[in-house]
C-alpha cells in the first residue's frame, strides 16, 4: 500500500515524515489494531524498543485485563520452576 500525506498536512502538523508514520503506527496501536510486536514491526525496531519510544514521548503503554492475565500466568508458570529454597 502507498499511503500519500500532502506535505501542507506534515508542516500544519509540524512533523517529520518519521514521526507522521510513528502516528499512524500508534493509532493502530492504540486502537488495538496492532500488537506492539506488529507496532515494532511496522517501525522496523523491536517490541522492547517500541516500548521505550512511547516511554519517550509520554504516551500510554497498550496494557488491558488479558494482558495483565498473561503476565500473571508467566510469572506463576517462572516461579513454579525456581528451585526449592529460592526467596520468593
Known sequence: MILQVPDSMARQADVSDDEMIFGLVFGLLF??????GQAGAALG??????????HDRGLPMPYDATDA???????????SRA???AAP
Do not use: F, H, N, Y
Request: no cysteine.
Open 45 to 54: 525496531v523491536s517490541k522492547p524498543r517500541m516500548m521505550e519510544m512511547l
Open 83 to 85: 528451585p526449592s529454597g
Open 69 to 79: 492475565t498473561d503476565d500473571l500466568a508467566t510469572l506463576d508458570r517462572l516461579q
Open 31 to 36: 486502537q488495538g489494531r496492532l500488537t506492539l
